[in-house]
Structure formats: structure tokens, C-alpha cells
Nanobody, 112 residues
Framework: QVQLVESGGGLVQPGGSLRLSCAVS????????MSWYRQAPGKQRELVAG???????NYADSVKGRFTISRDNAKRTVYLQLNSLKPEDTAVYYC??????WGQGTQVTVSS
């Protein structure tokens, strides 16, 4: 059974940081790309960042310079470091496996 389990979300003040994790089980990990998406209330789900099997990365323009995606193949986990958070970063964050599996999401709320 394939599982993607996100963790690390929460409530943070503007300018703060969080680190999201997505642990993958039940399927191959190291040879596949992984991505983080987010969905804010009333908006479509959007791609935030992606990382290939070779650790090449790409980012949405809105998060470049503030978010960092990384992976640990030994732990079968992909991470998203969120720095300099803004209220507009508030959303449910989801990880996605290249072959189409999604996690359940973790809520990030940026508010004073």
C-alpha cells in the first residue's frame, strides 16, 4: 500500500519558518521526482517546488529564494523548508510522487 504522509505544518507568524516533511512508503522513491503543491481556500492547487531523482530543483516564482526543497533517499523523505513566510503562503500543502500518488496534506497558516 502506497502512503505519502506529510507533517510539519502549523501556525506561524509572518517572517517565520517551518519545515515540512513527506515520508513515502510502499513504492520506489529514489528514482522518481517528487513535488510539493499547495491549495489555498477558493483557489486551485498550484505547484510550489519539485525535485528530480538527481536533486535538480525548480520553484514557483512566488516562493523562489524563500522555500527550499530537498530529499533524503535513505529516509525516503522529501522536505520543504519554508522561510520568510507571508500570509499569502497560507494553504494546505501536499506532496506528490511522480507516478501520481498524493499525500493527505498539512495545513500551513501564516498569521499574526
Amino acid at each position: 500500500q502506497v502512503q505519502l504522509v506529510e507533517s510539519g505544518g502549523g501556525l506561524v507568524q509572518p517572517g517565520g519558518s517551518l519545515r515540512l516533511s513527506c515520508a513515502v512508503s510502499g513504492t520506489l522513491f529514489r528514482i522518481y521526482s517528487m513535488s510539493w503543491y499547495r491549495q489555498a481556500p477558493g483557489k486551485q492547487r498550484e505547484l510550489v517546488a519539485g525535485i528530480t531523482s538527481g536533486s535538480n530543483t525548480n520553484y514557483a516564482d512566488s516562493v523562489k529564494g524563500r522555500f527550499t526543497i530537498s530529499r533524503d533517499n535513505a529516509k525516503r523523505t522529501v522536505y520543504l523548508q519554508l522561510n520568510s513566510l507571508k500570509p499569502e503562503d497560507t494553504a494546505v500543502y501536499y506532496c506528490k510522487h511522480q507516478i501520481g500518488y498524493w499525500g493527505q496534506g498539512t495545513q500551513v497558516t501564516v498569521s499574526s
